[in-house]
Antibody
């Protein structure tokens, strides 16, 4: 079965750090763009970051630029998001998503999401 | 305030056809392909339409997409109770260098 499984979410205090991981099974990530998208409770999805197939090109939303770092380990078929200097407004479900073969931004496979709560 | 504008709600009765609009600008919808996502409560978004009007494998042909200029639309024909969900459009914005989503449309099947 083709799936993405996120892990690493949890409760963290403002200013703290978390590292999210996304493991792929049933397919290989290596040739494709990957994204992180988050969704705050009761809100719509918000794009966080993307990375190209070999990790040489990345992009970030303004609200996380300089605090979050996306990376990938193609040998381990995994995607990561290092989140530093977390703020209350970063509280959300974080999804990893795979871009359709040959596309950069059409997201055809999504994980189930991992909840990140930033609170004191 | 979302970069892409959608009506907050839409409704229809079983069997009807409903259309959801998505309005953007030259830097996103006008110059990039549009995707549509369906999100059922408590689940991740699901890709319904990509490249403006393509249906991924497994998506019923009741769902169709179109784009003209800086606006896009999702049409759902033969409405069914299981179509009740939130629907989001999305496109890459070349000026902002980010993927932008619409604010979402909550579809109610009466």
């Amino acid at each position: 079965e083709v799936q993405l499984v996120e892990s690493g979410g949890g409760l963290v205090q403002p200013g703290g750090s978390l590292r999210l991981s996304c493991a792929a099974s049933g397919f290989t990530l290596s040739g494709d763009w990957m994204h992180w998208v988050r969704q705050a409770p009761g809100k719509g999805p918000m794009w966080v970051s993307r990375i190209n197939s070999d990790g040489s090109s990345t992009g970030y939303a303004d609200s996380v630029n300089g605090r979050f770092t996306i990376s990938r380990d193609n040998a381990k078929n995994t995607l990561h998001l290092q989140m530093n200097s977390l703020r209350v407004e970063d509280t959300a479900v974080y999804y990893c998503a795979h871009a359709v073969d040959g596309s950069r931004n059409d997201l055809d496979i999504w994980g189930q999401g991992t909840m990140v709560t930033v609170s004191s | 305030q979302s970069v892409l504008t959608q009506p907050p709600s839409a409704s229809g009765t079983p069997g009807q056809r409903v259309t959801i609009s998505c309005s953007g600008s030259n830097s996103n919808v006008g110059s990039s392909s549009v995707c549509w996502y369906q999100q059922l409560p408590g689940t991740a978004p699901k890709l319904l339409i990509n490249k403006n009007d393509l249906r991924p494998s497994g998506v019923p042909d009741r769902f169709s997409g179109s784009k003209s200029g800086t606006s896009a639309s999702l049409a759902i024909g033969g409405l069914r109770s299981e179509d009740e969900a939130d629907y989001y459009c999305a496109a890459w914005d070349g000026s902002l260098s980010k993927l932008v989503f619409g604010g979402g449309t909550k579809l109610t099947v009466l």
